[in-house]
Nanobody, 123 residues
């Protein structure tokens, strides 16, 4: 499956953004999906995951209560709604998919990656 991430931008602290990850050449229904992010000089870190069945979600402690991951099967798209954004959320955000994955925090567990979308939060 090929992934195309979009929706990033420059926002102010406490604003909201919705990232989208549209899949092509295959259905996401067999794939667990996740969002990771990477800030300059840092390693890629886990943000959120959704099980392939769509019945389980996992979040990094730093985003719990502020971010929500979801999937629209009709649009074959995964979303990350980010609210109460902080400057520390500034990073390139990547979507990822792995067959029958459920909640993995490990980048190597995902075989398919989108190109990344930049999120910049000003204070």
């Amino acid at each position: 499956v090929q992934l195309q991430a979009s929706g990033g931008g420059l926002v102010q602290a406490r604003d909201s953004l919705r990232l989208s990850c549209a899949a092509s050449t295959g259905s996401l229904r067999r794939y667990g999906t996740a969002w990771f992010r990477q800030a300059p000089g840092n390693e890629r870190e886990f943000v959120a995951a959704l099980s392939w069945r769509g019945d389980g979600t996992w979040y990094a402690d730093s985003v719990t209560g502020r971010f929500t991951i979801s999937r629209d099967d009709a649009k074959n798209t995964v979303y990350l709604v980010m609210s109460s954004l902080k400057p520390d959320d500034t990073a390139v955000h990547y979507c990822a998919a792995g067959v029958y994955r459920a909640g993995s925090h490990i980048p190597d567990d995902y075989d398919n990656w989108g190109q990344g979308t930049q999120v910049t939060v000003s204070s």
